[in-house]
Structure formats: structure tokens, C-alpha cells
T-cell receptor
Framework: SQKIEQNSEALNIQEGKTATLTCNYT??????LQWYRQDPGRGPVFLLL?????KEKRKERLKVTFDTTLKQSLFHITASQPADSATYLC?????????????FGAGTRLAVHP | GAVVSQHPSRVICKSGTSVKIECRSL??????MFWYRQFPKQSLMLMAT?????????EQGVEKDKFLINHASLTLSTLTVTSAHPEDSSFYIC?????????????FGSGTQLSVL
């Protein structure tokens, strides 16, 4: 069955450093992968989408990589700020079909300290 | 950007009552909306896909008679939790994809925290 794994341990980093979050998946090859940000008590907000034929995507201080051989995506925030503190979720279309659907990982909580 | 409005943001009800949650796409049309549930410190779990003008499709293990979904227009989907019990207490979040766009990203509502006493 499909599995999406994100590090459940919170990531604590110092302001100004680069945060790197990992998303691993098993048992299939998704056409794309997405990253979302979720603040406490709020719905997720879309950040980036990367397709299977793309190795890397950037948006301002964010960078996402997609390694279909390793079945892994890395999400980087450079020059991190306390305002970047949130839970970051990766999401993929389901193995079972339903191209419009998204299945989410459990998320990794990032805390950026001044 | 696209906005999804979800109401109410918080509801407290007695066991056995029914609760309706509304999800509206404010500036775009959504033929498909999705309902998720999230328990504290856990992942979003997809409950069902709401399809405008037709029946919703439910994920395995989700009772369709318990969680009634209606998608009567291109901008409104409702989720009714019938005969709610304490175990239904959770954070419910709706999402929608802009039918006019070809990309796959979802726009989420701000969520509804349901507490059943």
C-alpha cells in the first residue's frame, strides 16, 4: 500500500540557517508531489508543486527537489525566519487513482529560533 | 489568490445532534471539493470527494450515512455530521481545486473544530 513518510520529530534551527525537510514515499511513482504549509488551527496553504520529470523547483527562498529513484523529495527554506515556523506537509496523488485527489504525509514541524 | 471560505470555524454540540459545515469557493468555480479530517498532531485524512451535481465518493472506512455531503452548486459543498458522538470530535477541513485551471494545487478552508460533548 502507499506510504508517505515525513520526519515526525520537530526540526529546530537558528534564524538565518537553511531548513531541510524530507518526504519519502513507497510503492509507487507519482506524477507530481506538492508541499503545503499549515499553521496551528488553520487549513494548509499551497507552496510548491514539482512534477516527476523535474529535478528541482524554486520559489523565492524555497527550493524543492524530487528524486524519483530514491522516492524522495527534499524541501529547503534558505535564510530561515521565525515567521517560517509552521508544519510542512508533503502531498501526492493516491496510488489507487483519482488524479484530482491528494494524500498527505503527517508533516514536520519547523521551529525557527531568533 | 483563490479563497475558500469555511463556516463555522468552531462548533460545540451535544452528543446525538447533527452539525452542518459549509465550504464555499469565493472567487472561482469548483466542480470538485474534498473533505478532510485531522486529529491532533496527525495527518489530514481524506474522507470524501464532493462532486457538483452528483453523489459524493467516500474513502474506505468512512460511513456515507454518517457524513452526508451535498454539492448543490459550483461554489458550495456542505458536510453534515449526523448524530454526532464524542469520537467525531476533530478538525474538519474542506478544499477545492479551481475548475478553470489545469494545475493540481488545492485551496483549503480555514477548518472547523468540532467538539462533541
Amino acid at each position: 500500500s502507499q506510504k508517505i513518510e515525513q520526519n515526525s520529530e520537530a526540526l529546530n534551527i537558528q534564524e538565518g540557517k537553511t531548513a531541510t525537510l524530507t518526504c519519502n514515499y513507497t510503492n509507487y511513482s507519482p506524477a507530481y508531489l506538492q508541499w503545503y504549509r499549515q499553521d496551528p488551527g488553520r487549513g494548509p496553504v499551497f507552496l510548491l508543486l514539482i512534477r516527476e520529470n523535474e529535478k528541482e523547483k524554486r520559489k523565492e527562498r524555497l527550493k524543492v527537489t524530487f528524486d524519483t529513484t530514491l522516492k524522495q523529495s527534499l524541501f529547503h527554506i534558505t535564510a530561515s525566519q521565525p515567521a517560517d515556523s509552521a508544519t510542512y506537509l508533503c502531498a501526492l496523488p493516491p496510488l489507487s487513482g483519482g488524479y484530482n485527489k491528494l494524500i498527505f504525509g503527517a508533516g514536520t514541524r519547523l521551529a525557527v529560533h531568533p | 489568490g483563490a479563497v475558500v471560505s469555511q463556516h463555522p470555524s468552531r462548533v460545540i454540540c451535544k452528543s446525538g445532534t447533527s452539525v452542518k459545515i459549509e465550504c464555499r469557493s469565493l472567487d472561482f468555480q469548483a466542480t470538485t471539493m474534498f473533505w478532510y479530517r485531522q486529529f491532533p498532531k496527525q495527518s489530514l485524512m481524506l474522507m470524501a470527494t464532493s462532486n457538483e451535481g452528483s453523489k459524493a465518493t467516500y474513502e474506505q472506512g468512512v460511513e456515507k450515512d454518517k457524513f452526508l455531503i451535498n454539492h448543490a452548486s459550483l461554489t458550495l459543498s456542505t458536510l453534515t455530521v449526523t448524530s454526532a458522538h464524542p469520537e467525531d470530535s476533530s478538525f474538519y477541513i474542506c478544499s477545492a481545486r479551481d475548475s478553470g485551471l489545469t494545475n493540481e494545487k488545492l485551496f483549503f478552508g480555514s477548518g472547523t473544530q468540532l467538539s462533541v460533548l
